[in-house]
């Protein structure tokens, strides 16, 4: 079976399995933890829980990213 | 204004995260609009570096911005209901003190700063939507600055890229176009969205 999760409404296959924790998506998509705010199924997930947030195939998963200025 | 349109804003209570280049805009904004109250929040002082794009004056550099904002916004309406807190928001005293909010407007300049109170209020401030921006840096591209609904309780305003960095500054145009986006989703809000769900809720 395809590894694969829906990320900001566009599906990514994940060739060698899925990244284990949202902590481990975020180091693979190049996206800095402090500046993301993530949504699994709908639901927030704290920044203070990524690194133990599992991730399930198929999951719809939202990341909204921050940049500076103001 | 039509009398639905002046009660739904005279009962409004609208937060304000910041009170730099975006903050300061949208404090304007809605005080022109006359809202019921508005809490202001900021931990910073006017610097001479602000003035290219924060609603200050030359002759107020050093004052606290909280006092400055409250000086120029009773200027526009001497009646108007402010209330100023001189505090760096955090995880913990955001739900304190924004807690009769109705929409809180993020209007800080940091990233991460800005990640920290989208959080907070998604997670630990029930019913009340927060209008963020992201991505406002640079000049031109006007139309790439959009308001976007992520989801119930969060609109995202910007361009979604263009950070401050080395040869992107923040100008007064870009910056304004973002806060009266930010002004406009929250007139939006009180005015179509907080009626409807104030009547689903008395359901």
């Known amino acids: 079976m395809n590894a694969i999760l829906k990320i900001n409404g ?61 | 204004m039509t009398p639905h349109v002046f009660y739904e804003l005279k009962n409004a209570v609208v937060g304000i995260a910041g009170l730099g280049g975006l903050g300061s805009n949208v404090a304007v904004a809605l005080t022109r609009l006359q809202v019921g109250k508005l809490i202001l929040a900021d931990f910073d002082s006017v610097e001479q570096s602000n003035l290219n794009r924060q609603n200050y004056f030359a002759d107020q550099i050093g004052l606290h911005k909280v ?9 526009i309406h001497p009646q108007a209901g402010l209330l100023g807190h001189r505090v760096r928001l955090t995880p913990e005293n955001i739900p304190v003190i924004f807690k009769d909010c109705h929409v809180i407007a993020e209007c800080f300049d940091r990233a991460d700063q800005k990640q920290m109170i989208v959080e907070t209020v998604l997670t630990r401030m029930k019913d009340v939507t927060v209008v963020s921006v992201s991505g406002l840096a640079g000049y031109g591209r006007s139309n790439e600055i959009v308001t976007r609904r992520i989801s119930d309780r969060l609109i995202l305003v910007g361009d979604a890229i263009t950070g401050t960095g080395p040869g992107i500054p923040l100008t007064a145009p870009r910056v304004g ?12 809000i009180l005015l179509d969205e907080r009626r409807t769900l104030l009547l689903k809720r008395s359901v």
């Open chain 2, 177 to 188: 176009i973002a806060a009266y986006h930010q002004a406009n989703a929250i007139t939006e």
């Open chain 1, 10 to 70: 566009q599906e990514k296959t994940f060739e060698g399995g899925l990244p284990e924790t949202l902590a481990v998506l975020l180091d693979n998509l190049h996206i800095d933890q402090a500046t993301v705010v993530a949504e699994i199924d709908g639901r927030i997930i704290e920044r203070k829980d990524f690194f133990r947030t599992v991730l399930a195939q198929g999951q719809a998963i939202e990341l909204i990213r921050f940049v500076g200025g103001g």
């Open chain 2, 67 to 75: 006092d400055a904002t409250l000086t120029n916004l009773r200027r």
